[in-house]
């Protein structure tokens, strides 16, 4: 049974942007590995054929369509083995921040952009001194005649070199209670006194540009501000359960990708005279591995047709996105071991696929904070 009703659209889509990624992003992913970033150029591609903020409406320039979409995009995604193209992040996290929350003036000034891959967004919250506990961020924001001025260091962040635009979590330092002082600004790259630091060295996802951003004497215009004053706070947690639900998708994606490779590989490779696919040991281990694919696709799928039924799901997503990526990180293990060696060298998929898996538990909040959220709504 099909949890997910795909329509014949959506199947076209899929061939579609499996072909696009297949000519203009896998043949040239080790190159972006190696540069440590993506060119500019494939998100005007991905402009130029409709694959960005497929969801907002024709008036910002794309066509309205479902989240199913997305998932799609995010999957095909995921079969060219590497992260540095973060459009998932642009179209279905940072985005639906503006489009939701941004007065018309700035929808139509930036949405149209967006769409065409013009401009590239990075939502910045993080930190050097906090991450989990983001009510605790320092970078203030103080209001100057119709300005803000905003002084402050944000770290981690995605897209930190390619973006053009940041959703930047600030705090009003006047206001005492940290969850009513948060706002959501808008600033574009190029702004006096917004400067974009070095690249994060990571252990994996090295095509993605994550880096740290500074912030001095920034003046922005109090009408970059997203929604009321004071309602950062709200506006993140609101706009968390997709960012979450995506992270699980990515997670189950992941090892859906890892498993298929590495059941290809044991068909493929022999030792005492038969594929190691024979050995009983590969048969439990990959059969152990196939059953928590599937445990965990049936629970994203269910989420995701919850979540296009505008329903609150954040105890679930807090779970799925949990467990999920724990999983993603169990199978990429247990794939490396079947490929013996071979799984320790680059020119394997699964190395990187191994590499890459180990963050999703620590972004988009982390997996303990994951587990504090589920146990306060369970009344812990
Ligand atoms: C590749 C990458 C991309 C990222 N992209 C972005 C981005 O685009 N934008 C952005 O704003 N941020 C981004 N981040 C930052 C990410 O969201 C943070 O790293 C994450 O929220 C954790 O914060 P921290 O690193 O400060 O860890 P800390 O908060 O210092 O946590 C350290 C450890 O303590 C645990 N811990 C903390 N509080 C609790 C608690 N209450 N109960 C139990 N355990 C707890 C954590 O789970 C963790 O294990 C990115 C990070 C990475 C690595």
């Known amino acids: 049974m099909e949890i997910l009703k795909y329509s014949e659209e959506h199947r076209i889509f899929r061939d579609v942007i499996r072909k696009f990624f297949e000519k203009e992003v896998t043949p040239y992913v080790d190159e972006w590995e190696e540069a440590g970033i993506v060119p500019k150029s494939i998100w005007r591609k991905m402009g130029e054929q409709g694959f960005l903020c497929m969801d907002l409406p024709e008036e910002y320039g794309s066509v309205g369509a479902d989240f199913l979409y997305s998932v799609i995009l995010v999957e095909e995604l995921s079969r060219t083995n590497h992260t540095g193209l973060a459009t998932p992040l642009h179209s279905d996290i940072v985005v639906p921040y503006i489009s939701s929350y941004a007065s018309e003036e700035l929808k139509k000034r930036y949405l149209p952009g967006c769409v065409s891959g013009e401009i590239i967004t990075a939502v910045a919250m993080t930190e050097p001194n906090t991450g989990s506990d983001l009510a605790a961020i320092k970078t203030s924001a103080v209001e100057d005649g119709n300005d803000v001025v905003i002084n402050g260091q944000k770290t981690f962040i995605s897209n930190g070199l390619n973006c053009d635009l940041v959703v ?182 699964i190395a990187r696929a191994w590499r890459d898996a180990r963050v999703m538990s620590i972004f988009a909040g982390t997996n303990e904070i994951m587990k504090t959220i589920a146990a306060k709504f369970m009344g812990l």
């Not at 090892?255 to 590969?282: D, V």
Request: aromatic letters at 10%; a neutral charge.
């Open 168 to 349: 930047l979590a600030v705090r009003d330092p006047s206001v005492e209670n940290p969850y009513k002082g948060m706002d959501l600004f808008l600033v574009e790259a190029g702004t006096p006194g917004f400067e974009k630091g070095k690249k994060i060295k990571k252990v994996g996802w090295h095509s993605q540009d994550t880096a740290e951003l500074f912030f001095t004497d920034c003046r922005v215009p109090k009408t970059n501000r997203l929604g009321e004053k004071g309602s950062g706070f709200i506006m993140l947690m609101e706009k968390l359960q997709q960012e979450r639900l995506l992270c699980a998708i990515m997670g189950v994606t992941a090892a859906e990708r890892m498993l298929e490779i590495t059941i290809e590989y044991c068909k493929e490779r022999t030792a005492f005279g038969r594929p190691i696919s024979k050995f009983q040991n590969s048969q439990f281990k990959i059969v152990e591995m196939a059953t928590e694919v599937k445990l965990g696709r049936t629970f994203v799928d269910k989420l995701i047709v919850e979540h296009m039924d505008g329903e609150n799901i954040v105890v679930d997503v807090s779970l799925a996105k949990y467990w999920t990526t724990e999983m993603a990180m169990r199978v990429a293990d247990r794939c490396v071991q079947l490929h013996g060696g071979y799984g320790y060298c680059e020119e394997y998929p």
